[in-house]
């Protein structure tokens, strides 16, 4: 709908979705902080799951099998996330790092 009105072409999607690709693997490779590679990462998977949406819409219209795709792959990165951060604090733990007990501000 919004591609009639400002003649959005699927070219301009796909520039923008390698510009994307580009920032997040630059962000997983150059980072050395364990959250910043985990927040690349979630960028890289929303902009595949964004193209699901987009391919199927210029394909048949209006079609709910990429938002269908992109829901499921939305789901699965939540989980990831959770177990992920999970084991960092786990790991946090473990190694006394992080003092959870004790929660006195500094």
């Not at 400002?6 to 962000?27: A, E, K, R």
């Not at 177990?83 to 004790?102: P, Q, Y």
Request: proline fraction near 0%.
């Amino acid at each position: 709908m919004i591609n009639h009105f400002y003649n959005i072409t699927i070219n301009n999607y796909i520039i923008l979705f390698f510009i994307l690709l580009f920032i997040s693997f630059l962000g997983v490779f150059i980072n050395t902080n364990i959250i910043n590679k985990l927040v690349s990462s979630i960028i890289f998977i929303n902009v595949l799951s964004a193209n699901f949406i987009i391919f199927a819409n210029y394909i048949d219209g209006i079609n709910l099998d990429g938002m269908v795709f992109a829901i499921v792959i939305s789901f699965m990165l939540i989980m990831n996330i959770i177990l992920f951060l999970s084991i960092i604090l786990w790991i946090f733990k473990i190694e006394n790092i992080v003092d959870i007990e004790n929660e006195e501000k500094y």
